[in-house]
Structure formats: C-alpha cells, structure tokens
C-alpha cells in the first residue's frame, strides 16, 4: 500500500493505515461519498435540502462550522484536527489556519473530507489509530481541537484513567502558547433532563444518572471536566456554552456573557431521534438563568485549555442567503467590550460595509430627537461598535407583562412609536428597529442594530405594529398581551394588519435563504416530540386515546409550543366532534385525532363553514393509509397519528379568527393490531 494518497490538493498519510476501516457507519457514507464526489460544497444546501435525511445534513451543513469559525485563528496558525470524520469542519480551519493535520481512523470518512476540501492545499489527513500517528505528530501546534471527540477517549486510551491519559497526550504537541479546544455535551444539560436521549447511546437519562459499567462512551459537568483538567496540571481554562448544543449553534455565551432571561427559545432540535418533553425548556432556562446556574445547566460546552481569548460572545445568523450570512461577535478589548459584525461569506462582505452608510443617514435623521445611533466603525473586515450598557426594550417590556403593569407596557410602545416618528418623512427606514435593537438608560434610548433598511420615509404605525409583531412571536409567555388594545391606542385597524402582514412576508421573502431552515427541517424529517400528557390519564391507557391535540404552522414548521390540546372536544362513545380558532396567518394545521394507533373515519371537515374544496393530499395529507370504500377512513399504525390540512390556497380570513370544525369517528387498537388489519385486509389500498 502506498504511504501516501493524494485527492485534490490534499495529502492522506496512509502510513498508519491497518488496510482496512475498523470503524464504519455503511451505507450512509457510501451515500455521503457519492454526493462529495458528484457535487461541490456549493451544491450541498440543495442536497440536503432534496435527501431529507439526518446523516446527509449532521455530515454536510455548514451550520456545523459555527462552533469553531469565531475562533481567533491566525494565518500563521497551525492546527491539529483529531477526529476530523467527514471534515465537517476542517474547511473553516484550512481557511483560517496556515496548515491543518487532520488524524482519523476511517479512510472512507478521510476520502470523504478529501473530496469535499479538494481545492485545500494547506491540509494532509493522516489516517489510522491515534495512538500510532501520535508519536509522529510534531509539538507545535498553537490549536489542538476536539470536537465532538474527548468523550471517547476510552476508544483512544486503554488505561484506567482514559480521559486523564487522552489529555496529557494531547498536550505534549501544544506548541508555548498554544490552545487545546473541547467541545462535548454536557451530561447534566437541562435536554436530558427534559427527555432528550443521550446523544451518543439513545438511552433516556444514561448521563444523568452517570452512565453504566461498559458504555463506550462518557460525558461530562462541568465540575467533572474541571476535575480532569486540575488533575492533569491545567489550570487555566475557560468555558464557553454553545446554544442550543454544539453540533448546530447559533450562539456561543461565556462566563463574561451568560444568556439573559428569555434568549433561550430554540429548544426542540431532535433530528435523529424522538424525544420527551418533560417541560417547558424555556422556562426552565430562564429559571436556572435566574438563580445564576446556567453554567452547570447548559446543553454543551466548549472549553479553551490555555491562554484566553478576546471573543466573549457570538451570534451565527447564517441561515440567510449568502449575501446577508454573518456573525455578531462581542469582544473584549483592555477594558472595554466592543460589538463586530462580521462577514461569513464573500458575498457578504458590501453588507457589512453598507452598515457605516446606514448609520450616517439614521444619524443625520434622528439628529435632534429622543433617539441616539450606536455609532458604527469600518475595519478590514468588520463593521465595529461600541457596546451599550442598559437593558433592552424586550426586557423591561417582559418585566411589564410578569409584573402585571400593562399601563406602562403600554406607555412605552405609545413612547417607542413617538420616538421613531421623528423626522418622519426623510427617505430612510430602519425595519430592524425593534424592541430587542433599543437599548434603554433611564430616558436615554440607543439603536443598536439597523442591518435592513431602505430607501423610503417611515410609516412609524407599521414599524410599531413590526416591533410588536416581532417581540410577540419570540416567546409564549407574552401571548397574553391584549394587543387588540394596544392596536386601539396605535391606531392600527385589522385592514391595517391584514396589509402590514403582506409586508412582512414580502420581507422575510428578501432574506431568506431559499433553503430549509433547521426547524423546518426538524419539522419535516419526521421525528417525534412525545408529550406525557398525551398518554398520562387515569382512567387507563384506552381512555388515553380519547384526547385532539391541534398544531399550527406560520411557516416554519411544526413545533410543540405551537400546539394545544383541546379541552372541549366532545367524546360520544366512539365519536369526536371539536371546533378550533386558528389566525390568518397559518399555512398549515396538523389535528392530532387520537393518541392512539387504529382506524379514523372523517365525517366532517370544514374550514369556516365550508367543506375543503377536496380530500386530495393538496388539501389533506395523513400519516395513515387511506380505507377504500364509501366512507373516508384511515388506519394509523403509529401511536401518533397526524392528519394535515394544507390552508395556504384556502381564502382566510386575515383581521379575525378563523374555524376548523371537525367530526371523526375512531376504533383505538395497538400498533400490533393496525399493522395486522393493513397486512391482511384487501379493502386496504
């Protein structure tokens, strides 16, 4: 066997090599392999977007760079990757970093990272066991990382201190003032708490309750993980806490930057696998935020063994289109922290650089009013501001509806709505004047984000309806504002509304992707959010079937905080009659008839009074298979049975609710039984 392969301009030092992968996960890399070899990286959003399927994106998105691509890499840098696996992330360090060596124990995992990174001439993946590369690796490197890898370092090290040995081995390559950087999850993250399986056994609660004698596999608190450092003689190490977990982040907080109360909402991100849910995540972060323990609580960490670094904070917004792809990083810098924002991709640089001219003209018409500018600096490659202490207008409004005080919720909105008026007619308008954008001091009020802006006075009514709007859809806990009132104060008639809705989604149409985001994804991929309450009932597991749960879709998807069971749905015998107020602003509502596998046949299904103009899956798409015969019916194999209805070409109405009437009738019977009744029965198509 030769030593060396090349493929692109990437070396693979096969020296180590045993001749064959002693490590595999079939035929999902033979798929990975055969997409990289067909496609270019510029190809991968549409093919995850067409193959749906959970390998395809874990091993592909580049949302997966997030967790290293904030990390103040320098040219002159050299990196060791152990545990690169497809190169998920090896691209990021090959742009940031001067070389890259790359140790994994899969060939076709490394052909795969080869293929994809070609046109990298700065990197060489060395493949075969780590134990006998390691001798030959050099002792220079400024950046050793291990994401997604220190948990196994019972695979990497047979001694009785894996995790002690796996460490101290990776320090002897830390050139003087190097870094070492672990990403892992952490077993007491508040997902498994909540009823997300471990993430590497599938196994509910395995990590919380410390593992069992033979897992392959440990994670750790972060008590436990400061023991190991400690022990192993380091004791300069920082955390960091990668939001919602590591694998796919959109924010990365640290001890200087904790989460505020009320940033945590994006919790339902089980791709691969079902899961519970216990409770409500949100507000159990905000609690534990609360009481100062977040830290102990967070999903995954990301720990830097060495000197600090200047990053304290990060936001990933690339789940837009290329042009609009950047990441808002706050910094410390002597004393003082400044915010940047960055581009992550070369379209979007003329953004950033468009953000000083937005300041200039919002400056110039705000100059004399009750509304300062956060002041926006040009570098090489970021736009820079200073950071604004107070609190944000969400905050203290949130503080309004907890306290019960919605007179002065509603005086700061008259208040919000007077300041942006100011100058009104100049020809130009922030529509990222939000409440989350203004930081308030007292009376003092600063802009401190105007990314999206255009070229036409301000219409101050609709910017004040987009605020709230905007400041409505990030958390449930503020559905109970009585906005019909704050309408009346504004001014804001439901012709209005109907007309500012068409804006904002003519809006987001400008910023968007194209793509699925990761919650559409989530949505669509097909695996399940099992709520207790669908199957906790006293009266036994047969009566548990007697419940509707009703979900609805604004456009991104299903999600368990957007549904509701419905209480008043009446039970007769074996029928199921119920009515269900929806907004106009739902694409698609998902009806959850029973909690239980069996037969539903439709009786009545109407939207508004009317009949659906026909029971095609335009209209009606189940996860059943269709009964032939002169009723409509369903066998459901799956204790989870979804029938959706497809709303978008259906005329709604748009300034009040609307109504979807149902009547079934249901025969419960076990997973079993179903499957027998579609195996046997010739009336089944």
Not at 80 to 106: N, P, Q, R, W
Not at 182 to 204: M, P, Q, V, W
């Amino acid at each position: 066997m030769s030593v060396n392969e090349t493929i692109g301009k990437i070396t693979l030092d096969l020296k180590h090599y045993p001749g064959e992968d002693l490590y595999s996960d079939g035929a999902s890399e033979q798929e990975l392999l055969n997409i990289v070899s067909a496609h270019d990286e510029s190809d991968f959003k549409d093919v995850i977007d067409e193959k749906m399927s959970w390998p395809v994106l874990y091993h592909l998105s580049d949302q997966r760079e997030n967790i290293v691509s904030w990390l103040p890499i320098k040219k002159s840098d050299r990196v060791l990757e152990v545990g690169s696996g497809c190169g998920a992330i090896t691209g990021v360090f090959s742009k940031k970093a001067g070389s890259v060596d790359c140790v994994d124990l899969s060939k076709r995992r490394s052909t795969i990272n080869a293929l994809r990174h070609k046109e990298c001439d700065n990197v060489t993946i060395h493949v075969g066991n780590f134990l006998d590369i390691e001798p030959d690796l050099p002792a220079d490197y400024d950046w050793v990382c291990l994401i997604g890898v220190f948990e196994y370092g019972s695979s990497y090290m047979s001694t009785e201190k894996p995790y002690h040995k796996f460490l101290e081995t990776i320090k002897k390559h830390v050139a003087p003032g190097g870094r070492i950087v672990i990403a892992i999850e952490n077993r007491l993250g508040l997902k498994y708490f909540a009823g997300c399986s471990e993430d590497h056994l599938g196994t509910y609660f395995s990590g919380i309750e410390g593992y069992k004698s033979g897992d392959y596999v440990r994670t750790f608190s972060r008590p436990g993980l400061e023991k190991i450092f400690k022990e192993c003689g380091e004791d300069e190490y920082h955390f960091y806490y990668p939001y919602p977990d590591y694998k796919f982040p959109t924010t990365i907080y640290s001890d200087k930057r904790l989460p505020l109360c009320g940033e945590l909402t994006n919790n339902i991100r089980n791709f691969d696998r079902d899961r519970l849910l216990l409770f409500d995540e949100k507000n159990a972060f905000d609690s534990v935020i609360s009481d100062d323990l977040f830290p102990l609580f967070s999903n995954s960490y990301l720990v830097i063994l060495g000197d600090d670094i200047s990053p304290v904070y990060a936001r990933f917004s690339n789940e837009r289109s290329d042009d609009r792809s950047i990441v808002t990083s706050m910094e410390q810098d002597n004393n003082d922290i400044v915010v940047k924002k960055i581009p992550m991709t070369k379209e979007a640089e003329s953004h950033i650089k468009s953000l000083n001219e937005n300041y200039k003209k919002l400056s110039e018409k705000y100059a004399g009013s009750a509304l300062k500018i956060c002041e926006c600096t040009l570098t090489e490659n970021a736009a820079v501001f200073p950071f604004v202490k107070g609190r944000s207008l969400n905050d203290i409004l949130d503080e309004c509806i907890k306290s019960g005080d919605m007179n002065r919720f509603n005086d700061i909105v008259s208040d919000f709505k007077e300041r942006i008026s100011f100058n009104g007619e100049y020809p130009f308008t922030d529509f990222d004047l939000v409440f989350s954008n203004v930081i308030a001091d007292g009376d003092d009020w600063t802009v401190i984000d105007y990314e999206w802006t255009k070229d036409e006075p301000t219409d101050s009514k609709y910017q004040t309806w987009r605020a709230l709007y905007c400041y409505m859809l990030e958390s449930d806990s503020r559905s109970e504002t009585d906005l019909h009132k704050i309408y009346d104060i504004l001014d804001i008639t439901a012709k209005d509304e109907d007309e500012y809705i068409r804006r904002e989604m003519a809006f987001h149409e400008t910023v968007q992707s194209g793509h699925m985001s990761l919650a559409q994804f989530r949505a669509r991929i097909g695996t399940t959010v099992i709520h207790p309450e669908k199957y906790i009932d006293m009266n036994g597991a047969m009566e548990n079937a007697r419940r509707v749960q009703v979900y609805t879709d604004k456009g991104n998807g299903y999600s368990e905080e957007e549904s509701r069971f419905i209480k008043d749905a009446v039970f007769d015998d074996e029928r199921i009659s119920f009515k269900v107020r929806f907004s106009g602003d739902v694409k698609n509502l998902r009806v959850d008839p029973m909690m239980s596998a069996g037969a539903v046949f439709v009786e009545t299904l109407k939207i508004n009074g009317s009949d659906l103009p026909d029971r095609s899956k335009k209209y009606l798409e189940c996860n059943g298979r269709k009964l032939r015969g002169d009723k409509e019916g369903y066998i459901f194999e799956t204790n989870d049975p979804n029938m959706n209805i497809h709303l978008e070409t259906i005329e709604l109405n748009k300034d009040k609710d609307n109504e979807l009437e149902a009547v079934f009738t249901y025969a419960a019977m076990s997973e079993d039984a179903a499957h027998g009744i579609l195996t046997a029965a010739k009336r089944i198509i």
